[in-house]
């Protein structure tokens, strides 16, 4: 049976409508989980998986929950957003040795810092996840509006510019050498992760800005963030 036959054009329309009404919903200050099936459950559960303390000062709380359960049920953001696949689980609740319930280690929470090595050949940088967490400022991963974290997300803009093209090939082993596309983050998967709506990465964006910020190593390291 094809989607043709299954929706009838005036059920469609009534979808659409109905997902109008939602984005305004979730689009005013105040979120009704209620509103939305499914998406209460989403955000209870996402409270309940938190692996730290959320600050839900001027937060909105939904979103936060939102957020949480995207980021930890469903996106895995914290696989590569961790120092390293060693660090990610605390001692005693690593799922992979058979232990029992699961601990995600704290310290090192969506820090960044997970090195995937020269992805662009020999004589390139490593690419390196970056901490997500918030700063003092409050924003998420290092200070980022919710604007550039989309444009981030869809597009995905390096607004370090850390690893550039290099200038006729020439390697300087901070450069990435064509065909690579140096103005873009490698691995991280905004391809896919482009694909969420404004309303979801708006979410995940505050679950960001509600976890515990991590320092990371010394300035100038671009992994550094001024928690105080
Ligand atoms: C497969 C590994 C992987 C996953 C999964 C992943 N990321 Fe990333 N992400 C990276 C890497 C690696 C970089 C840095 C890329 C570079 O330097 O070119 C990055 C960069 C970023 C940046 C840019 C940060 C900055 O300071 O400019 C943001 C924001 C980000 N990721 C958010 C997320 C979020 C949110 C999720 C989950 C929804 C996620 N990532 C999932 C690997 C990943």
Redesign the pocket.
Not at 127 to 132: G, H, M
């Given at each position: 049976m094809t989607l043709k036959q299954f929706v009838n054009p005036a059920t469609a329309a009534t979808v659409l409508a109905a997902a109008a009404l939602v984005g305004i919903a979730f689009h005013g200050t105040r979120v009704r989980a209620d509103d939305i099936g499914g998406d209460a459950s989403r955000i209870q559960q996402g409270f309940a998986i938190a692996p730290v303390p959320l600050n839900l000062k001027g937060k909105d709380p939904a979103l936060v929950g939102l957020g949480s359960y995207?980021?930890n049920a469903q996106?895995?953001?914290n696989?590569?957003?961790t120092l390293s696949p060693q660090a990610e689980y605390s001692s005693g609740g690593i799922p992979y040795f058979g232990q029992h319930p699961t601990i995600v280690n704290p310290a090192v929470y969506l820090g960044?810092g997970?090195d995937?090595g020269p992805v662009a050949g020999p004589g390139t940088p490593d690419?390196?996840?970056?901490?997500?967490t918030p700063d003092k400022t409050g924003l998420p991963?290092?200070g980022?509006t919710f604007a550039q974290?989309l444009d981030?997300?869809r597009n995905g803009t390096?607004?370090?510019h850390?690893?550039p093209t290099c200038v006729n090939g020439v390697l300087t082993g901070t450069c990435l050498p064509a065909p690579f596309d140096g103005a873009?983050?490698?691995?991280?998967?905004?391809p896919i992760?482009h694909n969420l709506t404004d309303h979801d990465l708006l979410a995940?964006y505050e679950y960001?800005s509600a976890v515990p910020c991590i320092a990371g190593p010394p300035a100038p390291s671009?992994l550094h963030n001024d928690c105080k």
């Open positions: 995207i980021v996106a895995s953001c696989d590569c957003h960044g997970r995937f690419i390196v996840s970056r901490n997500l991963e290092g980022h974290f981030i997300m390096d607004y370090d850390f690893h873009l983050l490698q691995i991280m998967p905004w992760l995940i960001l671009i």
